[in-house]
């Protein structure tokens, strides 16, 4: 057999590898040690990626200090703020790219979480500093490495001790399945992610592993075209008159330029462009006829979307436009986007 059996049992006779389909498959035992393997350690499959933020997330002991980048997931943000809301943890928010400041979030702290290139502001973490300082305070890290993937930039070799992924995106990479990964070396503090999947039930199920694992053969080919792609966008959208600023780490002016040179393999296929204010964003994207409005990424169709009409994104630029570049023709997504810039994008 080429691929995996999707095995659909629940359980399983008594006195096998497995008797329950709560406590282990074997395609997820398939899917973790690819993405493991990627990563340059073991693995854990869970239901979503914010399961997997949660299963590392109940790691911090009540009342713990978590440092979080101001600009990270939604979901991760909000999520922390409820937890906070009940008492369950307190927040310490820091700016990603300032490493001085990281470092200073650091003393007292039990988790440092961070995220880079961050979403969707792309901003870049020094992960080997920040993993320094972290552990210097008996602070343990993660890393939402859901941008760069772990072909682009592997953060426990720079020292983290668990990387998460929305697997949705990059690794599964066709916008059909929910899924989620965490990352880290074999042992503590992963087994304990293992041991809340099983007693939370947080599993990914055997048809959403199967299509994980099948888009995971594919990553590196779609992640090299649409990386390029991304290049070329970047550089083009930095010339147009009607934008104001492009946020990618290729870019020489790119505040994280050289970071991103040192501690990537590429700047990946994720930007983010701004425009005058929201209404000026919304007629670029009401005008798009080959790229698609939408939100979510990592997919084969490049997604644009307005991310300050979220809940919980108020805060950013209002007519920040965030890109995940897909896999179509780069010229012919330029000509889609310069076009709608032409047309609904004139300052003024
Ligand atoms: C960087 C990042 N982390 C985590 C998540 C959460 O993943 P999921 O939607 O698979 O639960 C997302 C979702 O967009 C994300 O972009």
């Not at 997820?28 to 493991?36: D, I």
Request: glycine share 12%; proline share 6%.
């Amino acid at each position: 057999m080429v691929t995996n059996p999707i095995d659909l049992s629940a359980t399983f006779h008594q006195g096998g590898p497995t008797e329950y389909a709560r406590e282990h498959t074997a395609i997820w035992a398939s899917l973790e040690e690819a993405v493991g393997g990627l990563e340059g350690g073991a693995a854990v499959a869970l239901s979503s990626g914010m399961a997997a933020v949660a299963a590392v997330l109940e790691l911090v002991p009540p009342g713990g200090v978590v440092v979080v980048p101001d600009d990270a997931y939604t979901g991760t943000r909000l999520g922390l703020g409820h937890l906070e809301s009940l008492g369950r943890v307190i927040r310490r928010v820091v700016d990603v790219a300032d490493a001085a400041a990281v470092g200073g979030a650091c003393e007292g702290a039990a988790l440092v979480w961070l995220e880079s290139p961050t979403n969707p502001l792309l901003e870049l973490a020094d992960l080997a500093a920040a993993a320094g300082a972290a552990h210097a305070s008996g602070a343990l890290v993660a890393v939402d490495n859901t941008f760069a993937t772990p072909l682009l930039q592997q953060p426990l070799a720079l020292g983290a001790d668990l990387v998460v992924h929305s697997a949705t995106k990059f690794l599964s990479g066709h916008s059909d399945v929910v899924l989620g990964v965490v990352a880290g070396p074999p042992g503590e503090p992963l087994e304990r992610v293992r041991e809340h999947r099983t007693r939370w039930g947080a599993i990914p199920g055997p048809f959403e592993s199967w299509l994980a694992l099948r888009g995971l053969r594919t990553l590196a080919v779609r992640l090299e075209r649409a990386q390029a792609t991304a290049a070329l966008l970047a550089e083009r959208l930095e010339r147009h008159p009607a934008v104001v600023r492009v946020r990618y780490p290729g870019l020489a002016g790119h505040p994280g330029h050289d970071l991103a040179r040192r501690q990537m393999d590429g700047p990946g296929a994720m930007l983010s462009f701004e425009l005058a204010d929201a209404a000026t964003a919304d007629r670029v994207l009401d005008a798009l006829e080959l790229a698609t409005v939408a939100t979510s990424l990592g997919g084969v169709e490049t997604l644009l979307e307005r991310r300050s009409r979220r809940r919980g994104e108020e805060q950013l630029p209002p007519g920040l436009v965030r890109v995940s570049v897909g896999l179509e023709d780069g010229e012919d997504l330029w000509a889609d986007l310069g076009a709608a810039l032409d047309r609904a994008g004139r300052r003024g």
